[in-house]
């Protein structure tokens, strides 16, 4: 007896969610996730090979560990089990199709030309959704009904098993054919169609290469005649094939021509057409030929036009998607409604349906983060903290009198608005924003303190042992004068130290640990954690940053960074924090002039730091690259270390300075510099964050043209920290392009780094402004930080105001499915911040 076969659809449906919420092993009314499938595949089918079979049976016994597997494991196996069931499915239902396809033909597509039909009628596209309905499609459904097992398979490729999946494999651009134009009409650089008799057609073998095709169709309007020219190679060179190309387009046939028109020295003509001959002269059915033509991510062996079909048929079951955004709200912000967005993002009308569709759908990206977001930093609100901390405080005011300096009214104001947060039952989660040199670390000294003088302890955690140092010799300098112990905990710390610090931790005599990823190890345990400072923040992984918050109760968390981020980019990553930024830097600090110069100019850059060290002042020269390398010809740290100290300045004593040094190493370096010892120090990028040298007056940085602008924004950073002029020379490399000096010229004319960064992440992406690609962003499938500014500002608002009218959206039942759905796949289920 054969075992009764899988439910295939409810297979592939629980894979597909498991995908969307980003691999949480979802549970559901009966069973989890990883239960369901394991029950399910217990009894495979009776006609599998035996290779399938044990297959089948590994895959059963990998979901039964699917809550051991890591993120990226669960999401190889799901994608895997995705593959492999489709495959199984045809398999098992080959017996009961085959007798049907025995003996079938397969269907062909005649064009018959109306060779009267006039030039000049214009012509209409068919919409792409004119064929079919819903009745018997399900979203979860398998794409074999639409292109076939074999078609199935290759869209597989894709990532797409399901009409769900296909509907919302949105295009990555569009090619506009819909403009008509005349042949003597045509222009350059422009995308049209055109339509005319066939006036020749000829295929042949090219004479250079004789497994390439060539199809020369001549077609001709009441206004000129155009030479069209299409390429086919490998197969296509057989002499049937060919007198098959010049069948499809007999003399006098209308055929319709798409594509971008250029001018070469035999005249106009359109590259790599889009032929179509027209049945009865006026309508095109073509998925390519006059419209606004859908453009694909593709892969090896998945063409355009397979992507195109899918799309094309699986169009009708847009009836079945609900919307859940409100009508209100969708009327509001004048949007289209889902099903209809859907369709014209696909297959659009015109150009204006293909703009109106992104908006909506782009709306929809941002609107889905907005309100998750909001609606975790609600949940946040609702929590209870037992660190109440008071904002008057002996410790405060003696802090106060010990500072050489007043602080600046940016820095009153955002402590004002910390302090005001320490004071509540609920536990603060504020992102300070500041330029480098704005003062920030005070900022966060006074709150800490606000935690000791309540009978808390604070942490304070730096990305690295450099800039953890640098914090830790500065809480030093204010906290001895305050009878305060402060103790720094790194991977470098010796066994016996952290003998002696842990226990402290335990007790509460110890009121403030500054450290690295050291912090978060299991056993530094606190007495009573009631302030976590972290900086540089999206530095951390997220379980990182959650892990410190675990060491107390709800305890107030205070990130800072000195990364200007612009306001998009910040709503995004951080739309879940207050934010305070410190506008406004300490008065005394100088400008630093900044020059983009050129090789030939390197003789004027060396006598600026001559002049500069003879005065007893410092400098950075910083480089890209620790080592030569043989595939980028920039120069190299060590490489440019022993030219400097050896031939270019062997007056004054060099320093080196990278990343592959131990820490000893790295403190004896920068040790060196801070006390004078070295006059010019070479580095790589180690020393954007955390040295602080007030003395040095120059930076120096090789092959600019390689650095971001916010990076280079915060190398600059480094110098102008004391009274003395400073100095920032972009030495650029003599084989860099226009555009990279004119980007750097942005750097000659603002010292802004809140514009610096805007300008970054217009030029760059959002990614590399905050020094990596993967930064916690989210992954949008059409919406974009640059060039959609103005629909995130609307969809934050309306995220705010049904948050504000009801915070657990229960009154939009439908939206709160999406949202979970939503948020779960763009933040793959976790806390970013």
């Known amino acids: 007896m054969a075992t009764e076969l899988p439910d295939w659809v409810r297979l592939q449906k629980a894979l597909s969610v498991e995908a969307q919420r980003g691999y949480t092993d979802l549970q559901g009314n009966e069973y989890r996730f990883s239960e369901f499938l394991q029950v399910s595949l217990e009894a495979p089918p009776g006609n599998l090979l035996s290779a399938d079979l044990r297959r089948w049976q590994s895959m059963a016994a990998q979901f039964g560990s699917y809550a051991q597997l890591t993120q990226q494991q669960r999401e190889e196996l799901v994608t895997d089990a995705r593959k492999f069931l489709l495959d199984m499915e045809r398999v098992c239902s080959s017996d009961r199709t085959s007798r049907n396809s025995e003996g079938r033909k397969p269907r062909q597509h005649r064009l018959v030309a109306d060779s009267q039909a006039p030039v000049a009628q214009p012509i209409k596209a068919t919409s792409a959704s004119d064929n079919g309905t819903a009745a018997n499609l399900s979203l979860d459904g398998g794409l074999t009904q639409l292109v076939g097992p074999r078609n199935a398979a290759r869209l597989g490729k894709l990532g797409l098993y399901t009409l769900y999946d296909v509907l919302y494999y949105f295009p990555r651009d569009h090619i506009d054919y819909a403009r008509q134009a005349n042949i003597k009409e045509l222009e350059p650089g422009e995308t049209v169609t055109v339509v005319g008799k066939v006036k020749r057609c000829d295929c042949f073998t090219s004479p250079r290469n004789k497994k390439l095709s060539i199809l020369n169709v001549v077609l001709k309007d009441n206004t000129g005649q155009i030479k069209l020219s299409r390429f086919f190679a490998g197969r296509h060179s057989s002499r049937g094939w060919q007198e098959m190309q010049k069948r499809m387009y007999p003399i006098g046939a209308i055929v319709a021509a798409s594509g971008l028109v250029k001018k070469s020295k035999y005249g106009i003509s359109l590259d790599n057409p889009q032929l179509e001959v027209l049945d009865d002269g006026s309508t095109i059915a073509s998925m390519n030929v006059g419209r606004v033509v859908p453009v694909y991510s593709l892969t090896e062996g998945v063409s355009a036009d397979l992507v195109r079909k899918a799309v094309k048929s699986a169009l009708p079951a847009t009836e079945l998607l609900p919307d859940p ?200 345990n606190f007495h009573k954690l009631g302030l976590i400072v972290i900086d540089e923040q999206h530095r951390f992984g997220v379980g990182q940053r959650a892990k410190l918050q ?284």
Request: with cysteine.
């Open 325 to 524: 955004l409100p009508a209100k709200l969708r009327e509001k912000y004048g949007l289209l409604e889902l099903p209809t967005a859907i369709a014209q993002i696909h297959f659009p009308e015109d150009r204006t349906m293909c703009e109106e569709a992104r908006r909506r759908l782009v709306f929809d990206e941002f609107f889905y983060l907005q309100l998750g977001l909001l609606h975790r930093r609600q949940g946040q609100k609702q929590a209870q903290t037992s660190a109440v901390l008071a904002a008057q405080g002996e410790l405060i005011e003696n802090f106060y009198q010990l500072l050489p300096f007043k602080l600046t009214n940016a820095q009153q104001r955002v402590i004002g608005e910390i302090i005001a947060d320490l004071a509540k039952p609920e536990p603060m989660n504020r992102l300070i924003q500041g330029d480098v040199g704005a003062g920030k670390t005070v900022v966060a000294v006074v709150a800490m303190l606000a935690a000791i003088q309540a009978g808390y302890q604070a942490a304070l955690m730096a990305p690295t042992e450099v800039l953890a140092e640098q914090h830790y010799k500065k809480l030093v300098s204010w906290f001895n004068l305050l009878h305060l112990p402060v103790e720094l905990l790194t991977g470098s710390t010796k066994t016996a130290k952290r003998k002696q610090i842990l226990p402290q931790l335990e007790t509460g005599e110890l009121p403030v640990l500054v450290g690295t990823h050291a912090l978060i190890q299991d056993p530094v």
């Open 550 to 833: 675990q060491k107390g109760e709800a305890p107030h968390v205070m990130t800072m960074t000195a990364t200007p981020i612009p306001r998009t980019l910040a709503l995004t990553l951080h739309g879940d924090l207050d934010v305070s930024q410190i506008d406004e830097l300490p008065p005394g600090r100088q400008g630093i002039q900044t020059s983009v110069l050129s090789g030939k100019d390197r003789k004027q850059a060396y006598e600026l730091i001559r002049r500069e060290v003879a005065q007893g002042r410092q400098v950075y020269v910083v480089l890209p690259l620790i080592e030569e390398s043989e595939k980028l010809d920039l120069k190299s740290a060590i490489e440019e270390y022993q030219r400097l100290q050896d031939v270019v300045f062997p007056e004054f004593t060099v320093g080196l300075l990278h990343g592959r040094m131990s820490s000893a190493e790295k403190e004896a370096a920068i040790g060196s510099f801070r006390d004078g010892e070295t006059q010019i120090i070479v580095s790589t990028t180690v020393v954007e964050v955390g040295v602080d040298v007030p003395n040095a007056t120059v930076m120096l940085i090789e092959n600019a043209e390689r650095f971001g602008l916010s990076q280079l924004h915060q190398l600059r950073g480094r110098v102008g920290r004391g009274a003395d002029k400073s100095y920032c020379i972009l030495m650029t490399h003599p084989k860099a392009t226009s555009d990279a000096r004119q980007r750097l010229n942005v750097m000659e004319q603002s010292q802004d780094g809140f514009l610096i960064a805007e300008m970054d992440m217009r030029l760059r992406g959002p990614g590399q402004v905050l020094g990596t690609r993967q930064s916690g962003l989210p992954d949008f499938a059409l919406a974009s930080l640059v060039e959609d500014q103005e629909i995130l500002v609307l969809a934050r608002d309306a995220a705010e105001k049904a948050i504000a009218k009801d915070a657990t959206l229960d009154r939009w039942p439908l939206l709160k499915v999406e949202l979970e759905n939503r948020y779960q796949r763009l933040l793959g289920g976790a806390i970013m911040t």
